[in-house]
């Protein structure tokens, strides 16, 4: 028997008697029409994050893509699936915001800072190129928080600087850039820490994360 597989049907079983039923309406509502997601949400692959949980979203509200690092190729560079999902996004469903949400403890944030960790993955190597200009952001701005006496950890800097460098690089989507500069289309980064359960974010054209508590 495979017990994953048992375990995942379990689950299945669970979903359709206790939480199917109680929010039937809500899901037939969701089929009845085409989905209009007021967001398109970019996080990691981790399985420690769950962009309807953290937002307090259901069915038909978030469009979500995932990969290793909250990654976002420049435009022409990896035409593939993230930038299918913001063409997508943008161009059909009409989204009126996207996050790009990194998080605390990212493997990806830490492969970067440890290239020898990933030598043998030739796949995720390549990958993790699209976050190099944040890695040496991100060194230089460790090293002069040290000299200035402050002990600003390098991966917390790299998660930060990996999420503006990839809010860069979704303006060079082209559906992108024409939705925003027509005022329809907005951009925020996020960092979510998987255990305290804070979010920070920088809005669009800022550099710095603020928290969500202090800002309401
Ligand atoms: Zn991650």
């Known amino acids: 028997m495979n017990e994953v597989l048992e375990q995942l049907k379990a689950g299945v079983r669970r979903f359709q008697t206790e939480v199917y039923p109680q929010n039937a309406e809500m899901f037939l509502h969701a089929a009845s029409e085409r989905q209009r997601p007021h967001t398109l949400f970019i996080t990691c692959a981790d399985s420690r994050i769950d962009p309807n949980a953290i937002t ?24 593939g699936g993230v930038s299918a999902v913001i063409e997508f996004a943008v161009d059909s469903l009409e989204v009126k ?12 944030m830490n492969a970067l800072l440890a290239p020898e960790s ?35 950890g390098q991966v917390g800097l790299l998660t930060e600087q990996n999420v503006l460098l990839q809010m860069q690089h979704l ?13 329809k289309l907005t951009i925020s980064g996020w960092v979510y820490n998987i255990g305290t359960g804070e979010v920070e974010v920088a809005e669009d054209g800022q550099n710095q994360f603020t928290s969500i508590i202090d800002v309401e």
């Open 97 to 108: 915001h996207i996050v790009v949400c990194g998080h605390t403890q990212c493997g990806a």
């Open 56 to 79: 307090s979203t259901g069915p038909g509200e978030v469009f979500v893509t995932r990969n290793i690092g909250n990654m976002v190729p420049p435009y022409g560079e990896m035409l």
């Open 171 to 183: 303006k060079t989507h082209p559906s992108v850039a024409a939705a925003v500069v027509a005022g």
């Open 118 to 152: 990933t030598a043998n993955m030739p796949t995720v190597t390549s990958w993790l190129k699209n976050a190099h200009a944040a890695l040496g952001v991100a060194k230089t701005l460790h090293e002069r928080k040290a000299q200035l006496g402050f002990a600003d």
